[in-house]
Each structure stands twice: as C-alpha cells, then as structure tokens.
C-alpha cells in the first residue's frame, strides 16, 4: 500500500513496480558545478530560479518515501509526503556554470554552486556532433611566466633611485613607427628646425598614448552599457586625468555618433576578415571631425589562432544589425583569414597602404596576429615597410566572446616568450627603436595589471592590451579559469556585460563602469611609477631593459634571456 499526503489527506494506493529509467543521462558528479541547497534555510521565495541565466534549478515537488506502521501488530505502510524543492537540472544544455547568481539574490544564503574538480563535462558537450563552444579565456589557473617575473634591478648606491610620490613621471609610449635620427627630413633655417618637404621623404604617424590600451572588444560582444561605460571612461581619463588611454574597438564598426564626434580620437578602429561595420566607417569618412587613435587590422586572435570572429544568433539583435549592415539573429562567423590575403609581402603591405590611404596617411595602421612560432616572419616584413606602424601580438591566455573550446584550449603561444623573441629580432636589425610592438593575451590574469604590463614592457613591448581583466575589474564579470560562468558566446551574461538582452544588460549601469574603469587606470598609473622609480626611470619606459627582471626557473630564464634568481 502507498500513502500520499498532501494538505493533511493520506492517501493509500498500491505501489507502482514500474522505475524510471536514468540510462543515458548523466548525474550531478559530472556537471562543472554543483548547487549546494539548504532545505532549512530556504524560504521558498522564487528568487534564485527567477535570476539564473541557465535555467540549471527548478522549482519542483518531491514525494519524500516514509514507511510507517499503526498499531500493536502492525502492517507496514508507505506513505508520501509531497515536498516543495529547488533542484538542480540533469541538462547538459541547461548546465550551471557556476556564477552565483542565486546565491546573490538568495536573503537567507541558503543556496550556492561549488566547484566539482571530478566533473566530466567535456565527455558529454559536443552532444549533436557540434564542438563546444564557449567564451572567456583558457582554463588553465597555474601561475603565468609573467606572474613569476621579479624587478631586481633596484637603484641604491649605484644609480640614483627616484621617488615615486615627488618625482615627475612622463609614463607614456609611442604607437607608431619612430624614424631613426638620420632618416629624419629635417633642416635648419634662420636657426630654426623645420620640416624639409623637397626630398618626399614619408613621416610615419605617431600618437603618444598610455602603455595600457583596453584590447579589442566589438559591440555586439559587450551588451551597449557595457561599451558605453567603457567608451566614457576612456573619455574621463583623457579629457579630465590627462592620461592618453585608448580603446580598440573590435570587430563589428562602432556607434554613428561616435564616428562623428571628437571623441574618435581616443579610439583604435579594427577591420577584421569580416569587414562589418566598415560601409558605416567608409561613408562617415567626409563627415568626421577627428581621425582615430590608430587602425588594427585582424589577422588572427591569441584565444582562437587561424579562427575569424564568432558572434552567435542570439547576440544579433536590432541594434547590432543596424551597426554591422547584417540581418537580426544570424550567426556572424568572419573567414579565418582577409579573403584578399594571399601572401605577406604584397597583400598584406597593400592593405595597410589602403587603410593609411584612407585617412590621408594621419593614422597609424598596424596588424594584430594571435602568438605563433612564425610571429619573427612577420615582423621581418613588417620591419621593411615604412607604413606600417606596429605589430600587436595577441598570447593564448587572451579572451575571446566566443570561440571552440578545443581553440582556446590547445592551440597559441604564450605571449612573453614570442614578444621577448621578436624584440631581440630587432634588435638584431638595429630597429628595437623604429617598430612598436605591442603585446595582448593573458595580463592580469591574477589581477596584477601594472606588474604584468611592467614586465612585458621591459621584456620588449611598447604597450599592451588588456580586455578580460577590464570586463573583471569594471563589471565584475565571473569568468575564471575554472570554467566558471563563460556563456559569453549564447548572450546570457548574469551580470549584462556581454549580452544584447534587454533583461539581462539593464543590471549594468554605465556609469559605474566608467568609474571603475577611471580607478583602475589611476592605480596603474600609480603602480607603474612605483616599479620604475627604483630603476631610475622617470622620462621613458624601460623597453627592453631585461637586466632589470629575474625569474626563478632556470629554462624560464635561458629562453627569456634574463638572468635566474632563486
């Protein structure tokens, strides 16, 4: 006999012999997050199934099994009791990613996802024959090469060291191709230097900027807040700090307000093998009142080598379809490489002609590749051409919106090794001053921004370019290297960064982005004088000055060309 009580009834039934079959679906041990609920804490208020972006809990009703007897010679009953529950879903497409949004809402902390190190995950997410793709960056939480880089290089008797409070500091670097003394078309008249047009000679584009850059981000990755946010932070600190930050603007174009307003200049434009966006920026051309910051054209992407751009359906919406001339709610893949490249000695040099062209030769142009063996080739060509401004080298650990899991995975280069290697290229050519290199993917990853910038830059990098620690630091974004939260790519962000989803963005606010956004880059500011004041650096960085680091691992260190400290 079986007894169900609800609302007081019981009530006896015989007991079914048929089970429900759980073959073929998997258990909660093999999902990347496990949600801990608290039957005693819950209040049953609907709160955390209400925010969670996945649908990974439910509410539900259990039947509770309780075999009972009445009596002296008792028969042994079965009686259910029905029992309201929040549940975890057994959906591999409906999987918690672990942001803790519940746990957010949740007045009585009676619900939280915990990390399960034994998940099988991957066993079960190309479901359908489709890889899994994800967006974020590699799941990889060692420690980085540049996480493990000392500054021991410190001034004391020897050199005088520099006070990091008292002293003036010009923190700024170049973009753009610097032309050695002697190559300079300049004469001297009535005592004065001026610029001697009659020999033709070419005068590279150059912009003075903060050796930080916020790294490619599109509109239509981040949700219009986001972007936003971002757009009035970069203004901020130039306009009101004085500190010449700029933004690439990734793949996709930009907003036509922006392409027509003076804020363009503190902006670095990219073309991708896509071209969206690129009609609106060609047709705005006779109406901008500025020339941007720079050009980046997208040869290749450090979390996602020898893939093009990915923008999923469900993030082409109206606003973002108007911005890239594209229709709503189709996938937006660009070619893995510029269907008009066919070798890096003649395409390659034609488009960066056509782009400084474009903008009557006042900009610099320079092409971003993802970390590869190969990067040396390339800036052998580029070193040979006079328009191009610099080379922008994107690691493995950078960030992508959206890319194949096995891409971001197994496949790039770490970044320290491949910007240490090109510099000493340079080097060699006696052209360590003339190019810039510029160096992406994986800063910050510990939230050691200035530290990790430092250390590139005296490795050989001019600049770097930094994109996932800016969406952590201004917007709390969850992603990590544990595969937590990474949904980047089906626009469902829990905290409305990366998502085109009225419900979801409107958790932003922009304003409080742009006002992270102007701490962090102060505190850079604050912490890159403090590591260069004990060299004695104070008028311009130390690129390249790689006496100055030390690294406790003796192959680290052989193959970075630094000396080894233990």
């Known amino acids: 006999m079986v ?50 972006p996945m649908k990974a809990i439910e509410p539900t009703v259990k039947v509770q099994r309780i075999v009972q007897s009445e009596g002296y010679m008792p028969t042994p009953i079965v ?6 529950v929040v549940e975890q879903v057994r959906d591999i497409e409906r999987y918690c990613t672990g942001c803790g949004v519940c746990s957010l809402v949740c007045p009585n902390g009676a619900i939280e996802p ?27 939480p060692s420690v980085s090469t540049l996480d493990r880089l000392k500054f021991t290089r410190i001034s004391m008797l020897t050199d005088p060291a520099l006070d990091a409070g008292r002293h003036e500091f010009h923190v700024r670097t170049l973009l753009g191709r610097i032309l050695p003394p002697e190559e300079l078309p300049l004469k001297v008249v009535n005592g004065k230097l001026i610029v001697n047009k009659e020999n ?36 901020y600190l130039n306009e009101v700090d004085d500190l010449p930050v700029v933004m690439c603007t990734g793949e996709g174009g930009v907003p036509p307000r922006l392409l027509k307003s003076r804020y363009l200049k503190y902006f670095v434009l990219q073309i991708a093998s896509g071209y969206f966006g690129w009609d609106e920026i060609i047709h705005a051309l006779p109406e901008m009142v500025e020339d941007p910051a720079g050009v980046e054209i997208k040869y290749g992407q450090g979390a996602k080598p020898g893939d093009g751009g990915l923008l999923m359906a ?14 709503q709610f189709v996938d937006l893949a660009s070619p893995p490489t510029h269907q008009t490249k066919y070798s890096i000695e003649e395409a390659v040099a034609k488009m960066i002609q056509s782009m400084s062209m474009a903008w009557g030769f006042r900009v610099p142009v320079y092409p971003k590749i993802s970390g590869t063996k190969t990067a040396r ?29 096995v891409s971001m995975e197994k496949m790039g280069h770490p970044i320290a090794s491949n910007i240490r290697e090109c510099y000493l290229d340079l080097v060699r050519q006696g052209k360590q001053n003339e190019l810039p290199l510029i160096a992406a993917g994986g800063i910050a990853k510990k939230g050691n921004l200035a530290a990790n910038a430092a250390a590139l830059i005296m490795l050989g990098a001019s600049a770097v370019a930094v994109g996932k620690y800016i969406m952590q630091a201004t917007a709390d974004c969850f992603g990590d290297e544990y595969n937590r939260c990474n949904i980047c790519n089906i626009g469902k962000c829990p905290r409305g960064i990366t998502t085109q ?54 192959a680290m260190a052989e193959r970075l060309e630094i000396s080894y400290a233990c």
């Open 114 to 140: 915990e990390y399960n190190p034994q998940n099988k995950f991957l066993h079960y997410k190309n479901k359908g024959g489709e890889g899994y793709k994800r967006g974020g960056r590699r799941n990889d």
């Open 377 to 405: 080739a390339v800036l052998n060509n580029l070193a040979r051409n006079p328009y191009a401004s610099a080379l922008s080298i994107d690691g493995e650990d950078g960030g992508t919106g959206a890319a194949y899991n």
């Open 200 to 235: 033709k000679i070419f005068i590279p584009p150059v912009r003075e900027i903060f050796p930080i850059m916020i790294g490619s981000m599109s509109v239509g990755a981040l949700s219009p807040p986001m972007w936003e946010g971002l757009a009035m932070g970069v203004a």
């Open 501 to 554: 989803d009225p419900k979801l963005y409107r958790r932003l606010d922009p304003d409080k982005v742009a006002e992270r956004l102007v701490e962090v880059f102060r505190a850079a500011n604050v912490e890159l004088k403090k590591i260069f004041a004990p060299m004695g650096r104070s008028t311009e960085l130390p690129i390249g000055m790689s006496d100055g680091l030390s690294i406790d691992d003796k």
């Open 3 to 52: 007894g169900i009580v609800d609302q007081g009834i019981v009530v006896r039934t015989t007991e079914s012999s048929t089970r429900i079959d759980y073959n073929h679906q998997p258990s909660l041990k093999e999902f990347p997050y496990i949600i801990r609920w608290r039957d005693d804490r819950c209040k049953r208020c609907g709160c955390c199934t209400a925010v969670c």
């Open 79 to 84: 009686v259910r009791k029905l029992v309201h």
């Open 314 to 327: 469900q993030k082409v919406l109206k606003l973002i379809s108007s911005i890239r001339g594209v229709p």
